[in-house]
């Protein structure tokens, strides 16, 4: 059974930082572009960021840019999503997803070429 588990979601404060995992289990994605989405309140999900098999390339949102990184190890079939200067409008649950076919990386920001999907960890920051 392929999962995707994240982790490391939480309550902070406006401008402090959380990093949250992915981690992989039932198949190995090294060959897959890993990426991560969100979902507030009341609207729809939302890319976030997105990193290919490799880690060569990688893709944010402008409304994370410069204060969002996305990394990988593949040696532990993980991705990360380190996030600093939080803000509220951050809140949202937050998605790691895998996509369907490996060595590809045309349009990360289209949530429907990735076939894998976690259950999502929430973050929530208070102003």
């Known amino acids: 059974q392929v999962q995707l588990v994240e982790s490391g979601g939480g309550l902070v404060q406006a401008g402090d930082s959380l990093r949250l995992s992915c981690a992989a289990s039932g198949r190995t994605f090294g060959s897959n572009t890993m990426g991560w989405f969100r979902q507030a309140p009341g609207k729809e999900r939302e890319f976030v960021a997105a990193?290919?098999?490799?880690?060569?390339?990688?893709n944010y949102a402008d409304s994370v840019k410069g204060r969002f990184t996305i990394s990988r190890d593949n040696a532990k079939n993980t991705v990360y999503l380190e996030m600093n200067s939080l803000k509220p409008e951050d809140t949202a649950v937050y998605y790691c997803?895998?996509?369907?076919?490996?060595?590809?990386?045309?349009?990360?920001?289209?949530?429907?070429?990735?076939?894998?999907w976690g259950q999502g960890t929430q973050v929530t920051v208070s102003s």
């Open positions: 997803a895998a996509y369907t076919r490996g060595l590809e990386y045309s349009s990360p920001g289209d949530s429907r070429k990735y076939g894998y």
């Open positions: 990193i290919s098999w490799r880690g060569g390339n990688v």
